[in-house]
């Protein structure tokens, strides 16, 4: 059974950084196929939204709200995602979703997905 499991989020002021990170179990990250992981995020009352998207070869897209914030990358390995948060702001504030097996910022594409991981900004 396929599983993603987050970690690193939590309270930070605005300005501040955070780490989230997202093992994956039972599905391999490094295979180069059609297939993208990416990192989205839900905050209250909106609409889930993707972050960074990343291809089985490393390539990675942002979101134009956090390119330069903002560092996506996997670790084939360890087979774990990660995404470094710098420069927070308040807007950030959501739950972060580790996500693989899909297609670009198609979110119903996706075939697996993690609990979440709540990051809050405060200002």
């Known amino acids: 059974q396929v599983q993603l499991v987050e970690s690193g989020g939590g309270s930070v002021q605005a300005g501040g950084s955070l780490r989230l990170s997202c093992t994956v179990s039972?599905?391999?990250?490094?295979?180069?196929?059609?297939?993208?992981v990416g990192w989205f995020r839900q905050a209250p009352g909106k609409e889930r939204e993707g972050v960074a998207v990343i291809y089985g070869d490393g390539s990675t897209i942002y979101a134009d709200s956090v390119k330069g914030r903002f560092t996506a990358s996997k670790d084939n390995s360890k087979n774990t995602l990660y995404l470094q948060m710098n420069s927070l702001q308040v807007e950030d504030t959501a739950m972060y979703y580790c996500?693989?097996?899909?297609?670009?910022?198609?979110?119903?594409?996706?075939?697996?997905w993690g609990q979440g991981t709540q990051v809050t900004v405060s200002s």
């Open positions: 996500a693989a097996k899909g297609f670009g910022w198609t979110i119903s594409s996706y075939n697996y």
């Open positions: 039972e599905y391999s990250i490094s295979t180069i196929d059609a297939y993208w």
